[in-house]
T-cell receptor
Framework: AQSVTQPDARVTVSEGASLQLRCKYSYFGTPYLFWYVQYPRQGLQLLLKYYPGDPVVQGVNGFEAEFSKSNSSFHLRKASVHWSDWAVYFC?????????????FGDGTQLVVKP | EAAVTQSPRSKVAVTGGKVTLSCHQT?????MYWYRQDTGHGLRLIHYSYVADSTEKGDIPDGYKASRPSQENFSLILELASLSQTAVYFC???????????FGPGTRLTVL
């Protein structure tokens, strides 16, 4: 069965430091992968998406993610974190079936940015 | 700008009462979804729809009904609200040719 695991419930980084948020997925077929961001009291916004192709994908605000089939991973990275990046980040895997287009979410990682 | 909107943005309901949450999308998407989010957790799928006048059960449909009267509108109905249904509810839409979904701002429901 498909699933997404985000092993870190909370990550704390200093402003200006680099960031990696981890994501492992479980899916037998070809995965379509996403990172969403949720700012306080807001809905989820698409940060970046992976469709089969280049394993490194770029997103908004300097975020990027790298797909690894051998590790079943899709880690999110940013070179220099800004205080405005304080949010919850969700990794997700999408599958298509007959008359459905499902997305399965991880439990999210809370990013805390220290001044 | 294409968008998903939800109403109300917050609601307080009494146990046993009826609650209707509404979602409207201007994305011209075929698929629509209702999720619930509990504190500290990801999203769980309640119901979804791939065409007007048809709805499908998601992973946690018990205690919820859904209605899709048109391509743009998708409602979630709690006939007898219970304390355990206190959560934030998100609506989303998706195009049949794409894999990603686009979310509304959420409705914070408190059942007392």
């Amino acid at each position: 069965a498909q699933s997404v695991t985000q092993p870190d419930a909370r990550v704390t980084v200093s402003e200006g430091a680099s960031l990696q948020l981890r994501c492992k997925y479980s899916y037998f077929g070809t995965p379509y992968l996403f990172w969403y961001v949720q700012y306080p009291r807001q809905g989820l916004q698409l940060l970046l998406k992976y469709y089969p192709g280049d394993p490194v994908v770029q997103g908004v605000n300097g975020f990027e993610a790298e797909f690894s089939k051998s590790n079943s991973s899709f880690h999110l990275r940013k070179a220099s974190v800004h205080w405005s990046d304080w949010a919850v980040y969700f990794c997700a895997v999408s599958i298509k079936g007959n008359n459905n287009n499902r997305i399965f979410f991880g439990d999210g990682t809370q990013l805390v940015v220290k001044p | 700008e294409a968008a998903v909107t939800q109403s109300p943005r917050s609601k307080v309901a009494v146990t046993g009462g009826k609650v209707t949450l509404s979602c409207h999308q201007t994305n011209n998407h075929d698929y629509m979804y209702w999720y619930r989010q509990d504190t500290g957790h990801g999203l769980r799928l309640i119901h979804y729809s791939y065409v007007a006048d048809s709805t499908e059960k998601g992973d946690i449909p018990d205690g919820y009904k859904a209605s899709r009267p048109s391509q743009e509108n998708f409602s979630l109905i709690l006939e007898l609200a219970s304390l355990s249904q206190t959560a934030v509810y998100f609506c989303a839409s998706s195009d049949a040719l794409l894999y990603e979904q686009y979310f509304g701002p959420g409705t914070r429901l408190t059942v007392l």
